[in-house]
């Protein structure tokens, strides 16, 4: 009789750096990792979650996705939603997405 499957992490998988999440309304999250990769977590209801490169410009943290980029103003522990047409779906403008602590 053998146990459970063990899986082991993968050690040169890239770390997440940052995870930022709503707190209220629908939710949306966004995971940042060290190697400039993110991966987007929307509602219940979405079966897509955009993966891509992200880049930090004056204040502004720009995710690209095949539909354009998704455009986040930056202020201490905290994204505020500017602009990005795949999240306007379920969020809306100045939306504010906190630094989660999990």
Known sequence: ???????????????????????????????????????????????????????????KLLLSIDGGDIIFSMEKDRLIFESGTWMENWIEKGTILYIWLG
Do not use: W
């Open 1 to 59: 009789m053998s146990g459970p499957e063990v899986v082991m992490a993968d050690r040169d998988a890239p770390k997440t750096i940052d995870t930022y999440s709503t707190i209220e309304g629908p939710s949306a999250m966004v995971i940042l990792q060290e190697d400039n990769n993110f991966t987007i977590c929307g509602p219940d209801y979405t079966s897509v979650m955009p993966t891509g490169k992200y880049r930090v410009d004056n204040g």
